[in-house]
């Protein structure tokens, strides 16, 4: 069982920028590929961005490329989603969600996720 763990969500204006990020406290994620997902009130949960440890490979949602960066620091302990040039439909509770032996091209198949942090763009 992993157990993961997101900070980093809160209040932000137009423009501005957020850290999110993903642990799993006890162990490391580098052999886990691990997807960051948001789900806005409403609307169904949506992939934002995943990092593949099963063949190196990144992706983002076209809503987000250029604006989101994800990393893993050295440890491989944490996932990073830097969050820049926010827009007030980037406003949802966003998840970070892990697998193993997982490919970014599937965004379904996610066995462990984390309970959400609450990202709000408003001016």
């Known amino acids: 069982q992993v157990q993961l763990v997101e900070s980093g969500g809160g209040s932000v204006q137009p423009g501005g920028s957020l850290r999110l990020s993903c642990s799993a406290p006890g162990r490391t994620l580098d052999y886990y590929t691990i997807g960051w997902f948001r789900q806005a009130p409403g609307k169904e949960r949506e992939g934002v961005s995943c990092?593949?440890?099963?063949?190196?490979?990144?992706t983002y949602a076209d809503s987000v490329k250029g604006r989101f960066t994800i990393s893993r620091d050295n440890a491989k302990t944490t996932v990073y989603l830097q969050m820049n040039s926010l827009k007030p439909e980037d406003t949802a509770v966003y998840y970070c969600a892990a697998a193993l032996y997982h490919y970014c091209s599937n965004w379904g198949g996610y066995d462990y996720w984390g309970q959400g942090t609450q990202v709000t763009v408003s001016s």
């Open positions: 990092d593949s440890a099963s063949d190196g490979s990144t």
